[in-house]
């Protein structure tokens, strides 16, 4: 995986109902977050679809029922992240990885839409799913290392 400097930056994340979620120091160009370090935000419903999140850091970040759709998410670090409720219909997660954080938990990822995503090389093992989550066609969860985890 290439290693990217996370970057700082200030953006505001709004959830569905305009509300501010999370605010994070110097202002990017709207479709920016490339290497950000977003570890253990509150990301909650944040409408992030169609964003450049290549390399970031999401470890731990809150990203229940976040709209994902459409993103970069390529070489993105989301070990333990709770992504539960989130759609991420056609984002790119080539070589994301979603696998064991420093407690051997994988991303949560329980009622998560992930339909025609890239999920090509992206580590899953140790990640969470359920009967709700929605995977790619010919995607097989258990074949990936993932543990099916009902709520």
Same mark, same amino acid.
């Given at each position: 995986m290439t290693q990217v400097n996370p970057r700082p930056l200030k953006i505001e994340v709004q959830n569905s109902n305009g509300e501010v979620t999370a605010?994070? =120091? !110097? !202002? +990017? =160009? $709207?479709?920016? +977050?490339? @290497?950000?370090? +977003?570890? @253990?935000? $509150? +990301?909650? !419903?944040a409408q992030l679809q169609g964003r450049n999140l290549k390399g970031a850091i999401l470890y731990w970040g809150s990203l229940w029922n976040a709209n994902l759709d459409g993103a970069c998410l390529v070489d993105a670090n989301m070990r333990g992240a709770n992504l539960r409720e989130s759609s991420l219909v056609g984002a790119d997660l080539r070589n994301a990885d979603l696998g064991h954080d420093a407690f051997g938990k994988g991303a949560w990822l329980q009622g998560a839409v992930l339909s025609k995503a890239n999920l090509n090389r992206a580590?899953?093992?140790g990640a969470f799913y359920d009967d709700e989550t929605v995977f790619p066609a010919e995607f097989h969860p258990r074949r990936r290392g993932m543990i099916y985890a009902p709520d």
């Open positions: 605010r994070i =120091p !110097q !202002q +990017l =160009p $709207d479709k920016d +977050l490339e @290497g950000c370090d +977003l570890s @253990g935000h $509150d +990301l909650y !419903q580590n899953m093992v």
